[in-house]
Every structure is written in C-alpha cells, then in structure tokens.
C-alpha cells in the first residue's frame, strides 16, 4: 500500500470536490471524508471500508471515490 498520508488526502481532495456527503465506516466507526484529519487518523490498509454517499451529485462522486479505493487497492463497498 502507497504512503497513508497522500492516500488520505487524495480521499479528502475527492470527496470535497462534491457537494454529496461522503462518508466512511468501518466497524464502528464513521468518519466524515472530506475531513482529511479523520481520513489520516483512521487510513490502514487492514480495513473493509464501506461507502456512503448521499446528494445531488452522488453518482460522480461514488465513481470518483470508487476509482480512488481501487486505485490504491483498499477493501470497500458502496452503500
């Protein structure tokens, strides 16, 4: 897996270009993606990421933030 800090930002990046919101959970716990703080805190490569976006640009935004988890190889499912 590639460096976490530049993974979180692009995460962040992505999800801020919409105006859907964008949120990751895994396990118990729910963090917003356009908070580039709570992306740095919880990124591992370990984690089964599951996929929340809701709003008037939701499709975009689950092709880009889909294409971003693929591209660096991280475990998820859009909800």
């Known amino acids: 897996m590639r460096n976490t800090t530049e993974i979180g930002w692009e995460i962040s990046k992505t999800a801020n270009k919409f105006k859907s ?3 990751l959970k895994f396990g118990k716990i729910i963090i917003d993606a356009k908070s580039i703080l709570g992306v740095f805190v919880t990124l591992t490569e370990h984690h089964n ?8 640009d939701e499709d975009e935004a689950k092709r880009a933030l889909s294409d971003l988890f693929v591209r660096y190889d991280l475990s998820y499912i859009i909800k």
């Open 49 to 56: 990421y599951e996929l929340y976006v809701m709003g008037p």
């Open 21 to 23: 919101s964008c949120v």
